[in-house]
């Protein structure tokens, strides 16, 4: 099945987890929640060619925003049955080759990636520290190449959250590869 049957939606509070990062610490949104003014959780996989296409994206994104109080949280809900190179193993392979700057969750269950609604890798989901989303869909309208992007879409619903203006544009359909959900 690729098509999830719950989603949370801008305005909804986003579901709590508690999932292993690959620095072999349990992660609790809720404590990120605590921590931090946004969190924006984003889907992610080792194979995915989008997420390859904008890993660096991220890592900009994050050091950009880092010391205004945001982080971002790639969590990997791949299916293992489907997508056997997924393990997470593979997913400190992918941290370190990328040398990722956010932390980087594993959801092998893929209960919590359901739970979001999760359709592609990437997908953002940017998350006020009330635990409500604000913002979900795409991270830019130009995934084959940063010099050409013209709307910043998760960049601009970051700085608004974190100067307390209105989101305008709160959704974006997301574009990526489809992500297949396990019975």
Same mark, same amino acid.
């Given at each position: 099945?690729?098509?999830? #049957?719950?989603?949370?939606?801008?305005?909804?509070?986003?579901?709590?987890?508690?999932?292993?990062?690959?620095?072999?610490?349990?992660?609790?949104?809720?404590?990120?929640?605590?921590?931090?003014?946004?969190?924006?959780?984003?889907?992610?996989?080792?194979?995915?060619?989008?997420?390859?296409?904008?890993?660096?994206?991220?890592?900009?994104?994050?050091? =950009?925003?880092?010391?205004?109080?945001?982080?971002?949280?790639?969590?990997?809900?791949?299916?293992?049955?489907?997508?056997?190179? #997924?393990?997470?193993?593979?997913?400190?392979?992918?941290?370190?080759?990328?040398?990722?700057?956010?932390?980087?969750?594993?959801?092998?269950?893929?209960?919590?990636?359901?739970?979001?609604?999760?359709?592609?890798?990437?997908?953002?989901?940017?998350?006020?520290? =009330?635990?409500?989303?604000?913002?979900?869909?795409?991270?830019?309208?130009?995934?084959?190449?940063? =010099?050409?992007?013209?709307?910043?879409?998760?960049?601009?619903?970051?700085?608004?959250?974190?100067?307390?203006? #209105?989101?305008?544009?709160? =959704?974006?359909?997301?574009?990526?590869?489809?992500?297949?959900?396990?019975?």
């Amino acid at each position: 099945m690729t098509i999830t #049957e719950i989603s949370t939606p801008v305005g909804s509070y986003a579901p709590d987890f508690e999932l292993p990062g690959i620095d072999g610490q349990v992660h609790h949104l809720s404590k990120y929640l605590e921590k931090f003014r946004a969190v924006c959780v984003i889907s992610m996989s080792n194979h995915c060619p989008y997420v390859d296409l904008y890993v660096e994206r991220l890592k900009n994104i994050q050091a =950009e925003f880092d010391s205004q109080g945001f982080t971002l949280i790639g969590m990997n809900g791949s299916d293992l049955t489907t997508e056997p190179s #997924e393990t997470f193993e593979q997913m400190q392979a992918f941290a370190k080759a990328y040398v990722l700057n956010f932390p980087y969750l594993w959801d092998p269950t893929q209960e919590v990636t359901r739970s979001f609604g999760t359709s592609t890798t990437p997908m953002a989901f940017l998350i006020n520290s =009330e635990g409500v989303v604000r913002y979900k869909g795409q991270i830019d309208d130009n995934p084959q190449n940063p =010099e050409l992007v013209e709307q910043h879409y998760l960049k601009q619903a970051i700085a608004c959250l974190l100067r307390g203006e #209105e989101i305008l544009l709160t =959704e974006t359909e997301p574009n990526g590869t489809s992500l297949v959900i396990g019975n």
